[in-house]
């Protein structure tokens, strides 16, 4: 029997169907373990497996396969052994990813080690029939124990299927407490020049970008949902009165109407996997968020394979998912740490330091709001014993990440704006906007009222020039069906965040590969530029996004092939510089400090031409630390604090340049 047939043997055995009885919906456990490495999608991104424990678990694959198998059948009663015509519409897979098997030791004095085993299983609700992550949950574990040397292999291995074990029963646990799946079912009440008009909106679960299905296995696409209606179109097909659609959904009916975002690392760390961050995250915003997580699973082009070649689903996946509407980009890079000698010879001080970076982005690139958190920890450690480096690492990232989604929760205020086309020319299309919520080559949206209250979109335009209130845009598209061509009294729906747009001005930032003037180095200066930057208030675009949302998300993980993003459009590039420079070390007895001056620019350009830039400078002295340091810890020292006061000077730069504008 080949390995492929024995992993289903094992689930064909572990998971006996239950009789289905009106609207039940079934969980199928998708056969295998799923190890997050090696997706196309994720070239870049490190592995957080390594190969030895890695080893490990595939080598019981057997073993952790059949024993998955019982436990999703102890925590889930409504399970099925097959996917197939008669089941198809009424059944979610469920499947278990290793995220992250890492091993970190400590050499102790009496030869021994204490070693630590973090372990985080991933969790992930899907729709077979449309490649759709509805849900997904993480669990992580860290096992320690010590060993001396010549057994520290054979007790890898046995803790590391104890503690595979032990996680996979808490994430299961955890996972059906929260397993509250509903069906969703709309009528077509009408049709319209090829859009389909149905019967249900929002309130009962239908949202937009949603993919409904009939009996048949026809798709239709939600373009806009209202609250008890929703506009549809067909996905290679017709829509016609009376048609009969269903989704099966797992999104709270609170969340259905917000707007949908889905959080991309661009800059990780060595500790936390990316895709623990983006949960992490996106649990933390809680519901007073006025925006809704999509899950997102990379390694999902592995996970329909595995369905398909085990089921009679008998239905490919369309792969017609589209992209949400706005995206937020995380940047959470390695903690900095340091160890300070103290007079007592015994003791040492342990420094940790971690920054993160989030910004919310429109399509195409526009910076919407954008925020950072840090934090600091400091621990004592005696005679070399203290706490794990690895967990506090795990612990200041962590609550950075925290912090962070705590003031996207509580400052994100979407407002949703109506604006009215007032004049038609040849083509050009006028709005007023007051408000200044559009940007030129910003892509809007056309509605046309086909009835009371019932809003169809027909055209994708593009924002071509502001005359101070008046905006001119053009359609560029129909969406769908033979929509009539836009007049006087169509209308924009535009969804406008709190923060001020921060002028006409559109400012895109342009690393110079010259930026360090000066004797001393800044690591990831430009980011923390751009950083500030994003959070000053400047009307900025990111232009990374296209090309991090094209490598990272598409076909492998649930969402349509060839995503094509628009090319970030802005007027003027805004770039940074630096000169850091040591001026002395004083020491007094054996406390000493180091003295630097630091100076830094923000300046606009216009090609080579400055257009206005502000320089600001100041001297900054270190925090104490003994004349004994080691050269290295001092280094670390000197890295972590001089990246804290570059980054309020650069605040104090950015916004005094904002304020002349």
Same mark, same amino acid.
């Given at each position: ?21 009106? %609207? ?21 991104? *490190? ?73 985080? $299983? ?9 490649? %759709? ?38 994430? $299961? ?41 009939? &009996? ?75 925006? *809704?997580?999509?899950?997102?699973? *990379? ?15 008998? =239905? ?8 949400? @509407? ?10 900095? +740490?340091? +160890? ?33 958190? @840090? ?15 690895? !967990? ?10 925290? +912090?962070? &989604? ?26 007023? !906007? ?16 086909? =009835? ?25 598209? +129909? ?113 000493? =400090? ?50 804290? !006061? ?16």
């Amino acid at each position: 029997m080949n390995k492929k047939l024995l992993v289903s043997a094992l689930f064909l055995a572990l998971a006996p169907m239950l009789a289905s009885a009106g %609207e039940t919906i079934h969980v199928y456990p998708v056969p295998g373990i799923f190890f997050d490495e090696g997706a196309d999608n994720q070239k870049g991104v *490190a592995s957080k497996i390594s190969p030895e424990i890695g080893k490990v678990l595939k080598a019981n694959i057997r073993q952790n396969v059949g024993y998955a198998g019982q436990a999703i059948a102890k925590n889930f009663n409504n399970l099925t052994q097959q996917i197939d015509a008669k089941n198809r519409y009424r059944t979610l897979a469920v499947s278990v990813q290793v995220t992250r098997a890492s091993r970190f030791e400590v050499n102790k004095k009496d030869g021994t080690r204490d070693i630590y085993l973090p372990l985080t $299983l991933s969790l992930y609700f899907s729709n077979p029939l449309t490649g %759709e992550v509805l849900q997904s949950f993480n669990q992580t574990r860290v096992t320690t124990f010590t060993s001396t040397p010549d057994t520290i292999a054979a007790k890898i291995s046995q803790y590391t299927q104890q503690s595979f074990e032990r996680t996979l029963d808490e994430l $299961l646990t955890h996972a059906a407490s929260q397993f509250k799946p509903y069906v969703v079912e709309a009528t077509v009440k009408e049709t319209w020049k090829g859009y389909g008009i149905l019967d249900k909106g929002y309130a009962a679960g239908i949202g937009k970008d949603d993919i409904l299905l009939d &009996a048949g296995g026809n798709e239709i696409k939600i373009e806009h949902a209202g609250q008890d209606y929703a506009v549809a179109t067909p996905i290679g097909g017709k829509i016609s009165s009376g048609g009969r659609y269903a989704r099966t959904s797992m999104m709270k009916l609170s969340d259905v109407k917000k707007p949908r975002v889905l959080v991309v690392v661009s800059d990780g760390n060595a500790d936390i996997p990316d895709a623990v961050m983006s949960q992490l995250f996106a649990d933390q915003l809680g519901a007073d968020a006025q925006f *809704a997580v999509l899950p997102l699973n *990379a390694n999902y082009g592995k996970v329909q394979a595995a369905i398909d070649s085990n089921t009679q689903i008998g =239905s490919a996946v369309s792969g017609q998912r589209e992209l949400p @509407d706005y995206f937020i980009r995380l940047v959470v890079p390695d903690v900095v +740490e340091y +160890e300070k000698p103290t007079n007592l010879a015994y003791k040492t001080q342990r420094h940790y330091k971690s920054w993160a970076f989030a910004e919310l982005l429109a399509k195409n690139g526009q910076v919407l709001f954008a925020r950072h958190a @840090d934090e600091s920890l400091q621990d004592v450690v005696t005679n070399g014993i203290g706490i794990a480096a690895a !967990d506090r690492r795990e612990v200041a990232l962590k609550n950075a990440l925290v +912090e962070l &989604a705590e003031k996207f929760s509580k400052e994100v205020k979407f407002k949703h704006a109506t604006l009215e086309i007032t004049d038609t020319d040849n083509g050009q299309l006028w709005v007023n !906007d007051t408000a200044q919520v559009l940007q030129p080559g910003q892509a809007v949206r056309i509605y046309r009222e086909i =009835s009371k209250d019932v809003l169809v979109p027909t055209w994708e335009a593009r924002v071509e020039a502001r005359e101070g209130r008046r905006i001119a845009l053009r359609a560029q598209l +129909e969406i769908a069906g033979s929509p009539p061509a836009p007049s006087k009294g169509d209308k924009l729906l535009i969804d406008q965040i709190n923060t001020p747009a921060g002028g006409a001005m559109r400012l895109a930032y342009c690393p110079n590969p010259k930026s360090q003037v000066g004797s001393q180095f800044v690591p990831r200066y430009d980011e923390l530029a751009y950083a500030v930057a994003a959070q000053t208030g400047f009307n900025m675009v990111n232009r990374s996004l296209k090309g991090l949302v094209e490598r990272r998300v598409g076909s492998a993980s649930g969402f349509k092939a060839n995503i094509k993003l628009p090319e970030a459009a802005f007027d003027q590039c805004l770039e940074s510089l630096y000169r850091i420079d040591p001026v002395d070390s004083p020491c007094e007895g054996d406390a000493c =400090s180091t003295r630097y001056k630091v100076k830094t620019a923000f300046r606009q350009k216009q090609g080579d031409t400055v257009s206005q830039q502000m320089i600001l400078e100041h001297t900054f002295k270190t925090s104490g630390y003994q004349q004994n340091i080691d050269s290295t810890q001092l280094g670390q020292l000197q890295r972590a604090e001089l990246y804290e !006061d570059v980054g309020e000077l650069l605040k104090q730069t950015a916004k005094n340049l904002f304020q002349t504008k």
